[in-house]
DNA sequence: CGTGGCGCGTGACTTCGTCACAGACATGCT
DNA sequence: AGCATGTCTGTGACGAAGTCACGCGCCACG
């Protein structure tokens, strides 16, 4: 039983597939399962697990006083909350939440652990200061990308990259979230995309019509 | 003279005052000063040094390529360039600009010295890692203030944080590039501001001249 | 079948960014 | 002093985006 986590950790996270982690991990760490909706993290909590996702999806984001929210990255299997990591050891609050988007399974490591890891282990260093540096990274061109870019490059960037088979199957108050704008907005951007012949609309979905014409958006026009 | 370096890096980074590291730095490290304006870091730029700054600012910001700009926090004696750490943790682009504010002086080590020391100095460790995560939950901070607070409670913010008995020795434009707005937007709110006798205006100075109206400017209105 | 909730469309209004231009001031030069 | 040049600021006009409110269709569920 316990040795099947390590054996998970080696596939999903080949970076911690060290002999001496392995049994640590499978000394120390449990498994855990978050159902789609429930929180991982809250803002402004001490965190006192890691989580390193081995199925489903987080997403973390911020979110105003009034509801409004922006969606800062996605965790996927293979990836760890590095937010958590990066509060653990810089005795900082969490600055935002994360929430499982669909069923999650997750590998948890104690704070004590995470932090007698980073002693003894260099696989274990690189792996979590490589997820912080990275995301770290990732949070500023997203920073960038929502002061610079305007919606509608954004939104065309957005279709493109969510679509699955042409289609992208989300209601436009999810859609307008990730974006960090106002459903209403993403609404009246999709409309001129379907009367330009780009998309369709539906209840819940959108499908691509014409990705050439999209791609056209990305620059500023 | 290289005795110098490490008694600098006591004053100025107390955790870092191990006699092993303190004997490292001497050995290994080097003392630089950058003008005012000069750049540390540019955007997309490999990092191959990590300046500990010892006096003057630096500024970090991202830019659009119309030349707009958002700061995104400043770096003070005492603390280091934690997205050059970051880059040369993660091995990604440094995703920002880090320039000198005002003339900076700053303890430099070298690339393979950052990742040594992370193996071997535990002091060392805490104090990337801390300044990494401090740095990260900072910026998350500053993009819900972007996203989610109206300018004139930000601007009100701004003010009363940069003031120095009571003024702002800054321009109007320097204060758009700090609060990622655009000049003439900031111009028309500090003339309202002054309209209601919160302050008074002159070329490149603000005079604060009601801090408790100010202050009440800070939630959402 | 209602009926209540959710997803969507749309208009009116505000805030903010962009662009253009003009006047005020500073600095340096002749 | 007088002038030129560059910086800083004020302002109007406009477009892009967020906010608020309301109505309508669709779907699930009793």
């Given at each position: 039983?316990?040795a099947?986590?390590s054996?998970?950790?080696?596939?999903?996270?080949p970076?911690?597939?060290?002999?001496?982690?392995?049994a640590?991990v499978?000394?120390?760490a449990?498994?855990?399962?978050v159902?789609?909706g429930?929180?991982?993290?809250?803002?402004?909590?001490?965190?006192q697990?890691?989580p390193?996702?081995?199925?489903?999806?987080?997403?973390?984001?911020?979110?105003s006083?009034?509801g409004?929210?922006?969606t800062?990255?996605?965790?996927?299997?293979?990836?760890?909350?590095?937010?958590t990591?990066?509060?653990l050891?810089?005795?900082?609050?969490?600055?935002?939440?994360?929430?499982?988007?669909?069923?999650v399974r997750?590998?948890v490591?104690?704070?004590?652990?995470v932090?007698?890891?980073?002693?003894?282990?260099?696989?274990?260093?690189g792996f979590?200061?490589g997820?912080?540096?990275?995301?770290?990274a990732?949070?500023?061109?997203?920073?960038?990308?929502?002061?610079?870019?305007?919606?509608d490059a954004?939104?065309a960037?957005y279709l493109l990259?969510?679509?699955?088979?042409g289609?992208?199957?989300r209601?436009?108050?999810?859609?307008a979230t990730?974006?960090?704008?106002?459903?209403a907005?993403?609404s009246r951007?999709?409309k001129t995309?379907?009367?330009?012949?780009?998309?369709t609309?539906?209840?819940?979905?959108?499908?691509?019509r014409d990705?050439?014409?999209?791609?056209a958006?990305?620059?500023?026009?």
């Amino acid at each position: 039983m316990a040795a099947r986590i390590s054996e998970v950790v080696t596939e999903l996270f080949p970076t911690l597939a060290t002999p001496s982690l392995r049994a640590e991990v499978d000394a120390r760490a449990q498994t855990v399962r978050v159902p789609a909706g429930g929180f991982i993290c809250m803002e402004g909590e001490a965190c006192q697990m890691l989580p390193l996702v081995t199925a489903g999806t987080v997403r973390v984001f911020v979110q105003s006083d009034e509801g409004r929210e922006v969606t800062l990255y996605r965790i996927r299997p293979g990836e760890s909350c590095v937010l958590t990591a990066s509060c653990l050891l810089g005795e900082a609050d969490f600055p935002a939440f994360a929430v499982a988007e669909t069923d999650v399974r997750a590998i948890v490591v104690r704070l004590s652990d995470v932090q007698a890891w980073m002693d003894t282990s260099e696989a274990w260093r690189g792996f979590v200061l490589g997820l912080i540096a990275r995301r770290f990274a990732e949070v500023i061109g997203r920073m960038e990308d929502l002061m610079f870019r305007r919606l509608d490059a954004r939104l065309a960037d957005y279709l493109l990259d969510a679509a699955i088979d042409g289609e992208v199957a989300r209601t436009h108050e999810q859609i307008a979230t990730d974006l960090g704008s106002a459903r209403a907005v993403v609404s009246r951007h999709l409309k001129t995309l379907e009367q330009n012949g780009l998309v369709t609309l539906d209840r819940s979905r959108v499908t691509l019509r014409d990705t050439t014409g999209l791609r056209a958006l990305l620059q500023r026009p």
